[in-house]
T-cell receptor, first 114, second 109 residues
Framework: DAGVIQSPRHEVTEMGQEVTLRCKPI?????LFWYRQTMMRGLELLIY????????DSGMPEDRFSAKMPNASFSTLKIQPSEPRDSAVYFC????????????FGPGTRLTVT | GQSLEQPSEVTAVEGAIVQINCTYQ??????LSWYQQHDGGAPTFLSY????GLEETGRFSSFLSRSDSYGYLLLQELQMKDSASYFC??????????FGIGTKLQVIP
């Protein structure tokens, strides 16, 4: 069984550029989460979806961040324009409402904005 | 919202027992999860306490006391591979969790 898949694994970009992070959740999972992890702020929930519908985006830092889930097997997190303070590891996770409370995390995307 | 507090670092000897505490303040709380994260890796689920009491899974146990807004993760027979960060996470309902800042555990020989 494939786990949560994220791409790219590493991204280095210049300030002002658009960045798109991608996630494929585990098949059959109906919840999808985007997190950001930094040393200073720890693991922060940015947004999460249930059945492809955004449920809570209160963690999205500002309008530069947007997320979409066009279907059950794909989600994107976009940053436009990117800034150096956006440098972090971005994790996607998925879970199922019918199972345990476990969230399954992808390997993460390490984003560096110079 | 939720806020969770846990120690930033803990050091313990291989073969020993270590307890990582977590206290929480929350306006809506359904349970407490624990996750492990090795350096450079992704968080992985360890346990969930929805009810008061102790849950045991092999060398790891987790405890919850709602009346005290407190929980802990207990690791027994520590191994070098247990060196990692451990996060408590409050379940706010509808699958939404809030993570603590994490406790970095160092196991020494």
């Amino acid at each position: 069984d494939a786990g949560v898949i994220q791409s790219p694994r590493h991204e280095v970009t210049e300030m002002g550029q658009e960045v798109t992070l991608r996630c494929k959740p585990i098949s059959g999972h109906d919840y999808l989460f985007w997190y950001r992890q930094t040393m200073m702020r720890g693991l922060e929930l940015l947004i999460y979806f249930n059945n492809n519908v955004p449920i809570d985006d209160s963690g999205m830092p500002e309008d530069r961040f947007s997320a979409k889930m066009p279907n059950a097997s794909f989600s994107t997190l976009k940053i436009q324009p990117s800034e150096p303070r956006d440098s972090a590891v971005y994790f996607c996770a998925s879970s199922t409402s019918g199972g345990t409370y476990e969230q399954y995390f992808g390997p993460g995307t390490r984003l560096t904005v110079t | 919202g939720q806020s969770l507090e846990q120690p930033s670092e803990v050091t313990a000897v291989e073969g020993a027992i270590v307890q990582i505490n977590c206290t929480y303040q929350t306006s809506g709380f359904y349970g407490l999860s624990w996750y492990q994260q090795h350096d450079g890796g992704a968080p992985t689920f360890l346990s969930y306490n929805g009810l008061d009491g102790l849950e045991e899974t092999g060398r790891f146990s987790s405890f919850l006391s709602r009346s005290d807004s407190y929980g802990y993760l207990l690791l027994q027979e520590l191994q070098m591979k247990d060196s990692a960060s451990y996060f408590c996470a409050g379940d706010g309902g509808y699958q939404k969790v809030t993570f603590g800042i994490g406790t970095k555990l160092q196991v020494i020989p």
